[in-house]
């Protein structure tokens, strides 16, 4: 079974790092785009960083632009979202996905990604609280 597993969420103060991880099994995400999106209580879900399969590109929303960087580690077929100078804003639950299994129209467009929010596979979300 397909299923992806996001970690590393937690209380972090303002101005604080988190690493975010997206462990995948039944799938291997080499050959994926993936997406880390996010949702806070009252908003819509909003695609903040997605990255090619290969590593061709990546995208990243404007509100996290220079502060969060995505990668992957194949070895552990993983993708990270590194999570710096976090602001009050960044409160919410932080979901990883893919298109879908065998699905492969984003693998090269990881803007076209991160603006879809009706994707196939979702991990379970990890919740990430930024305050003082």
């Known amino acids: 079974q397909v299923q992806l597993v996001e970690s590393g969420g937690g209380l972090v103060q303002p101005g604080g790092s988190l690493r975010l991880s997206c462990k995948a099994s039944?799938?291997?995400?080499?050959?994926?785009?993936v997406g880390w999106f996010r949702q806070a209580p009252g908003k819509e879900r909003e695609g903040i960083s997605c990255?090619?399969?290969?590593?061709?590109?990546?995208y990243y929303a404007d509100s996290v632009k220079g502060r969060f960087t995505i990668a992957r580690d194949n070895a552990k077929n993983t993708v990270f979202l590194q999570m710096d100078s976090l602001k009050l804003d960044a409160t919410a639950v932080y979901y990883c996905?893919?298109?879908?299994?065998?699905?492969?129209?984003?693998?090269?467009?990881?803007?076209?990604?991160?603006?879809?929010?009706?994707?196939?596979?979702w991990g379970q979300g990890t919740l990430v609280t930024v305050s003082s």
């Open positions: 990255i090619s399969s290969s590593d061709t590109s990546t």
């Open positions: 996905a893919i298109e879908g299994v065998g699905s492969t129209w984003y693998s090269k467009n990881p803007r076209g990604l991160c603006r879809n929010r009706y994707l196939e596979v």
């Open positions: 039944g799938v291997t995400l080499e050959y994926y785009a």
